[in-house]
């Protein structure tokens, strides 16, 4: 814990103590505590400052956190010195205000002060939106008290009766500052305050009501904003400062001080809160916009205007309502075919037809009957439209009577670096993502149903969450009425849902063991790989930029390529499925002319442009430490390796590297030829500027203890290639590390075959296909020698 910076500071941590915490309940009192601490402590500095006289006409009052009472341990002090036009001289103002603030300052307390009139703040609430915003919770600390009242009157009656032009203004300032600070609930580092679903959207809930545009909602929303405030307290006591962002290092602190079993269920509490509060203000800001309309003034009855969408189903103000409350008591699928004509729409549904759908609307029985099956599919399908329809079902609890397991992965955090949302949204992302895919399958609805329940093992205690889910699949998918060939089908997708594209981009997908293995994981079922396939491209695209790069679609498709030639038709012998000839000999590159050039010791590159990333095919003599040199010269170019494929063919060198470059700059073929001649030659100059930046790069500081995340590791997959020893390793990512392994592995005489190369988060997560002089796969003794080898070069021993 950090020791705070003045007596002050720990005066108001003690009073937020560790010890009530985890006691529920606590927060709200602890809260109660710190407000009346932080009033008597002001109203001393009053007293001082004014000799304990009374003052007509001056008042010392609050804003923010303070004003509202829910200041946290280390909140800053935002205060206002209110007077009257004829309540001092100037002078005499500026001497009072000097006594008030400079013993804040001097106590090490942040401080946003002001000195204003009840008339100019009515002007700064007039031209400030936000200033606006904050002077509603204006509330009086010391001195006389009516003049706060009349300043926040004043401001509230100002407010009211600019609403309908100011409305737009506060709509478009939220979505702004959600634009910057990003969705709380789909974060695993959390903004509480500014982020959609934090604390400054309960302001603006407040401001709406006080508008007397809409009702503030109460109930879950009130509990939600108390799990924020208690969080940011908990960050307030284990930083020792008052910062309102939930940081990776502080999660075991933070849970462990509030009772948490760990930093997974802080993270999914703090997330709920989030969804929670971002759903009640988006539906309070259409309810507003509705009320602002409302007013205008119309020619004619003022008869909502019903446009029908089916299904005794209406579109009304922007929102999806039912023509009678009646319609959803005797039919189980109604919410199914709300969530479809809303989804299909793009609109919302109103919230009293969610309420009146979740308490109305029967229980649907088990196995559903087909039709509702078919409604399923429909919602699943209907693109974009899903993710806010999903999510209001989901908020009044009817997601959970159609997916019981639901549950456990509701608001779960993810912490993968490929990752940008929970489980659960992730699991509707993947839908929609798969909802395009649609025509490239043979069974739609088995795609999008795995696409909903692909991930839905990621639970507690899950090892295997693949293994987990399909687990949990077959009873769900049984419920909805599959048949048992179906059920089959969603479990296996569910199991096999990361072998595809992880054998895409681990393993060589020219090697006829790769292809075996991805025909294995179908059963060698043509139209149930292509399912797999689109469910493992939406899948990917779901994640985030960082799991979908154009280097892993090509790898994808590589894969694919081959696993079609294998289903239509035998392998040739002695070839590499999916790899033509002219890919495998050099003459399929080059003509004689290149080809004699190469042999009297001229390389030959070929950049060839594949999306945002580029392939280059270069043809050289081979040699030991070719692979080395190679990666060494294209990261001294400033380009990062994807893949390297390494043929040699009668002592020439095919090799094909993948790589993208972060500068956008386009490889130079000239150049990097240049460069591996005189690599050849020994001359190691190519390679300095790799060596610069090397050498201001740290380095690890040795082999760390066992099960720390320095440390590399190096395992042996078995069976992944019968001509190649296959290794994966993984370890912390710098400048040559490519390089370097190469050159261990040319040092002891170990040959690369063809290397998989991924980045995540900085950490690496490499393939190397590994032959000896003699072109077979490593024997044990090599293996162990191998193993040892990759692990000092990653730990820098």
């Known amino acids: 814990m950090t020791t705070p910076s003045s007596e002050l500071s720990s005066r108001r941590l003690d009073l937020a103590g560790t010890r009530d915490f985890a006691v529920a309940g606590a927060g709200p009192a602890r809260r109660a505590a710190l ?4 009033r008597r402590w002001l109203a001393g500095i009053w007293a001082s400052a004014t000799g304990g006289s009374r003052i007509e006409g001056i008042a010392l009052a609050a804003v923010g956190s303070i004003g509202r009472g829910d200041a946290g341990p280390l909140s800053d002090y935002d205060l206002v ?18 006594r008030i603030w400079y013993p804040i300052w001097d106590a090490g307390v942040r401080l946003d002060h002001s000195v204003r009139t009840v008339t100019q703040c009515r002007q700064v609430a007039a031209s400030d939106l936000t200033a ?64 959609h679903g934090g604390l400054r959207d309960m302001t603006v809930l407040s401001a709406l009501a006080e508008a007397w545009l809409a009702d503030r909602p109460h109930g879950g929303v009130d509990a939600a904003q108390a799990t924020l405030l208690d969080v940011r307290d908990a960050v307030h006591v284990v930083t020792g400062r008052g910062r309102d962002r939930l940081g990776r290092e502080d999660h075991d602190a933070v849970a462990a001080l509030l009772g948490h079993q760990d930093s997974d269920d802080l993270l999914t509490a703090v997330s709920h809160a989030g969804r929670v509060i971002a759903y009640a203000l988006d539906g309070t800001l259409r309810r507003a916009g509705q009320s602002q309309r409302a007013r205008t003034l119309r020619v004619g009855p003022r008869r909502p205007q019903m446009t029908p969408l089916g299904h005794g189903l209406f579109s009304s103000d922007g929102e999806v309502v039912l023509g009678s409350a009646r319609l959803a008591e ?19 549904i109103a919230p009293a037809t969610l309420d009146n759908l979740a308490s109305s609307s029967p229980l649907p029985e088990a196995p559903w009957p087909p039709w509702m ?42 912490r993968s670096a490929v990752h940008r949302h929970t489980v659960d949204r992730h699991l509707i992302e993947t839908v929609v993502r798969a909802a395009g895919l649609v025509r490239r399958v043979s069974r739609p609805d088995l795609l999008l149903v795995a696409a909903l329940l692909h991930d839905i093992g990621k639970i507690r205690g899950a090892h295997d969450h693949s293994v987990t889910g399909a687990e949990l699949t077959r009873p769900i998918v049984t419920r909805w009425g599959f048949s048992p060939e179906d059920v089959d089908t969603l479990v296996l997708l569910v199991r096999e849902h990361l072998t595809l594209i992880e054998l895409a981009t681990r393993r060589d997908h020219q090697d006829p063991a790769t292809v075996d293995a991805a025909i294995a994981a179908v059963d060698g079922d043509g139209d149930v790989f292509e399912i797999l396939l689109a469910l493992s491209e939406a899948d990917a695209s779901a994640a985030g930029p960082a799991a979908w790069t154009d280097w892993r679609a090509t790898l994808l498709a590589q894969l694919a390529a081959a696993v079609r030639e294998r289903l239509a038709g035998p392998a040739r ?12 000999v050099p003459w399929g590159v080059l003509d004689a002319g290149g080809l004699a050039s190469v042999r009297a010791g001229e390389p030959h590159v070929r950049v060839i442009a594949t999306g945002g990333s580029h392939r280059l095919d270069i043809t050289d003599l081979d040699r030991v430490g070719l692979f080395a040199d190679t990666a060494g010269l294209l990261a001294a170019e400033g380009h990062t390796v994807r893949t390297a494929i390494l043929r040699t063919v009668d002592g020439i060198a095919v090799n094909e590297w993948h790589v993208e470059s972060p500068s956008g700059a386009v ?20 390679l300095t500027t790799l060596d610069r930046r090397r050498a201001h790069h740290p380095r690890p500081s040795g082999r760390s203890s066992i099960g720390t995340p320095g440390q590399a590791r190096a395992l042996i997959v078995p069976g992944a290639s019968s001509d190649a020893t296959v290794l994966e390793v993984r370890a912390q990512d710098r400048p040559g590390l490519l390089h370097e392994i190469g050159a261990a592995f040319a040092l002891a005489g170990i040959s690369v075959r063809s290397a998989h190369i991924a980045t995540y988060a900085g950490q690496t997560l490499d393939t190397f296909y590994l032959t000896g002089a003699d072109g077979l796969p490593l024997p044990p003794a090599r293996v162990a020698q191998a193993v040892s080898l990759i692990i000092d070069t990653c730990d820098g021993i």
């Open 35 to 38: 407000a009346a601490f932080n």
């Open 81 to 98: 010195l209110l007077h009257s036009e004829r309540s001092l001289p100037a002078k005499e103002l500026t001497a009072l205000a000097d």
């Open 132 to 195: 606006a915003v904050g002077l509603l919770d204006l509330a009086p600390l010391a001195g006389d008290e009516q003049l706060v009242v009349a300043a926040r009157s004043t401001v509230a009656h100002d407010w009211r009766g600019n609403a309908r032009k100011r409305l737009p203004l506060l709509v478009e300032a939220v979505a702004s500052r959600h634009q910057r600070q990003g969705d709380l609930a789909q974060s695993i580092e959390p903004e509480l305050k500014e982020a």
């Open 330 to 348: 005797a039919d189980a699928g109604m919410p199914l075919r709300a969530g479809v004509v809303a989804a299909r729409a793009g609109l919302p």
């Open 373 to 414: 099956r078919d409604l399923l599919g429909d919602l699943l399908a209907a693109g974009p439209g899903l993710v806010g329809v999903w999510e209001g079902l989901d908020q009044v609890g009817i997601i959970d009577r159609w997916i019981p397991e639901w549950a456990s992965v509701r608001s779960r955090p993810q």
């Open 573 to 584: 012998v002695g070839v590499p499925v999916g790899v033509a000839d002219s890919a495998i």
């Open 667 to 686: 490889p130079d073929a000239a150049r990097i030829e240049r460069g591996l001649a005189r690599l050849a030659q020994g001359d190691r100059g190519p």
